[in-house]
């Protein structure tokens, strides 16, 4: 069957999945070519059997808030492919949660864990929960009601969850220690644990890291330093904070970030003091990135997105499809030249034709947020070995990582006018692998 005959196949049977057919479109769209040179894949039927998950699991999560009213949310996990190893992937808690968006993620998941050079396959899960506003013992009872449904299907050479949004250490620490207390074993079945609990020095820092280095390899193709360069951010969680951190390392100038509420803008650059305010509001006092305005008097877009103010890069950290046609083509007309994407699909596909069409470095999410998962796997490898990396250890790795990626994308995007297309690279190098693997185990 021919990839556009999927699609449409997919299209007729999951009708209300928007954003899973997003994604398997955007693949697909790219990879019939390699595709169509391995006749041996049509007859084994492997792009259907790539695109639909290997099984799902959907289950109530029935809990008691601090009023003492039983609460019920929806849980899931959706297994999508473990032909080249172990399911891997984070869990979702937000409001927005449902089995489209999870398949999405699952789906970019097996590319992405394939592209990391690891042994990974794709999973995705999450819940329809929201912790905004939620006491830690609320979280907590929440994180147990819904291990204590998941923990059967997942383990250490299984399923390997880790976090994302509306799940970072905190959530991961009470989702482990249900785990642990279920399954009465200590191998480590969760990434982005705690450092004194089998965690890896470098996890909370890995995506944020992973995508600046992503981004410099992307820039050293055209000769140009990060020094200097002015970036918008989206978002000011996890993988915002890191990714700003890191560009204020290397003297690049951070003006804008964001939260589901507004963007703060600070012209001059935000500082390292006011990064520390925002890491804090937002992971301890769990508050709202417009405090951050009120704090230091800067300029609040209430409701708005970053992409209408004037810079060289833009790094969407937030949400999938969070930049559209016209925030793309406002960022083009004001002159920015790179987007590398540390949130999951944020670029509508108008965002990313326009990216594309226009030849500006444009790194899609799978290849440039993959630092995270990377260094998920470094974790997985430690917790086998019982043994500790240092920082210097897991940073270097996840460098190398990042360098590989790139040269995969590379290989596999660049056209003949020299412009590489980093959606084709990764979508192909993440295929090739996946696609090869599924064919030496047979039909499953
Ligand atoms: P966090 O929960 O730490 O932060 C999410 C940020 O995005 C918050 O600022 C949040 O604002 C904002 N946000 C979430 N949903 C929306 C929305 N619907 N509209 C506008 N803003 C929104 O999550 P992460 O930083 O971990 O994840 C951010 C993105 O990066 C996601 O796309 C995730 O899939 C991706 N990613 C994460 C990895 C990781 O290791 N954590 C690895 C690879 C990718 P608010 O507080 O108002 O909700
Ligand atoms: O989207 C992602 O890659 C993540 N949320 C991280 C997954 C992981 O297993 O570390």
Redo the contacts with the bound molecule.
Sequence with gaps: MKATEVLNDLKRRFPNEPEYLQAVEEVLSTIEDAYNEHPEFDRYNLIERLCIPDRIFSFRVSWVDDKGKVQNNMGYRIQHNNAIGPYKG?I?F?S?VNQSILKF?AFEQTFKNSLTTLAMGGGKGGSDFSP?GKSDMEIMRFCQAFIAELWRHIGPDTDVP?????V?GREVGFMYGMYKKMARENTGTFT?KGIEFGGSLVRPE??GYGNVYFLLNMLATRNIDIKGKTVAI???????TYTAKKLLSLGAKVVTM????GTIYVPEGISEEQLDYIFKL?NIYRG??KEFADEYGCEYFDGGRPWSVKCDIAMP????N?LDGDDAKMLLANGCFAVSE???M?STREAVHEFINSKILYAP?KAA?AG??SVSGLEMAQNSQKLVWTAEEVDSKLKRIMSDIHTQCVKYGKNEDGYTNYVKGANVAGFMKVAKAMMGQGIL
């Design positions: 984070g979702r937000h927005s993620l905004k880790a976090g994302d949004i509306g970072g982005g890995a995506t989206s978002g000011s969680g996890n993988v915002a964001s939260d589901s509420n937002k709202r990135i950290s937030a949400t999938q969070e540390g949130a999951n944020p999410g947020n995270g998962v």
